[in-house]
């Protein structure tokens, strides 16, 4: 089972909105609506801001979104601020009891 | 509030095996709600789930790691345990524990993470 695919790093200015793509196979992103997404800062454990494709645990800004199309989910983040720069990781249920990662997306606020 | 926290020698021999443990606190680890896991991030990498195992014992792992990993839970001391088998410099990483929401879902509360280095 491949490591779902991001990108390497995306950047935008405060305000702005960016799209995080992560692609995967109809056998895992493509066959169930279990993605979820997690942001990581430098020195931290990573912490679930998105989850099922598009909902927010307790206490996740809104300015986080998801969605997803075929084999490919996306997280969408609006009104981009400074705190916000981070490492995003995708996962994804792939059948057979196993659950894959993304390679993980830097993301810069220029 | 649930707390994780990963324990364990912090450098591994190449060839031996590496073993960690993840206690609980805060809350127990039969809650039929949930699983527990483990995933490593090499240094300036992406995250790999290594495996996941339900209190009852019933454990399932990456199959690129099947054959070295096992995981084990005690649910008398509340905590879950993982073994790497024959590690090599590539097993270098920074080794989380973690609560799997269901073994379909994702992690909901994270261990801090322990660096495990693999030298000689």
């Known amino acids: 089972q491949s490591a779902l695919t991001q990108p390497a790093s995306v950047s935008g200015s405060p305000g702005q909105s960016i799209t995080i793509s992560c692609t995967g196979t109809s056998s895992d992103v493509g066959s169930y609506n279990l993605v979820s997404w997690y942001q990581q800062y430098p020195g931290k454990a990573p912490k679930v801001i998105i989850y099922e494709v598009r909902k927010r645990p307790s206490g996740i800004s809104n300015r986080f979104s998801g969605s997803k199309s075929g084999n490919t989910a996306s997280l969408t983040i609006s009104g981009l601020q400074a705190e916000d720069e981070a490492d995003y990781h995708c996962?994804?249920?792939?059948?057979?009891?196993?659950?894959?990662f993304g390679g993980g997306t830097k993301l810069t606020v220029l | 509030q649930l707390q994780l926290q990963e324990s364990g020698p912090t450098l591994v021999k190449p060839s031996e095996t590496l073993s960690l443990t993840c206690i609980v606190s805060?809350?127990?680890?039969?809650?039929?709600?949930?699983?527990w896991g483990w995933i490593r991030q090499p240094p300036g990498q992406g995250l790999e789930w290594i495996g996941s195992?339900?209190?009852?014992?019933?454990?399932y792992y990456n199959p690129s790691l099947k054959s070295r990993v096992t995981i084990s839970v005690d649910t008398s001391k509340n905590q879950f345990s993982l073994k790497v088998n024959s590690v090599t410099a590539a097993d270098t990483a920074l080794y989380y524990c973690a609560r799997h929401v269901s073994y379909v879902e994702y992690f909901d509360s994270w261990g801090q993470g322990t660096l495990v280095t693999v030298s000689s």
């Open positions: 996962f994804s249920y792939a059948g057979s009891y196993i659950v894959i």
């Open positions: 805060g809350g127990s680890i039969t809650n039929y709600s949930y699983y």
């Open positions: 195992i339900y209190y009852s014992g019933s454990p």
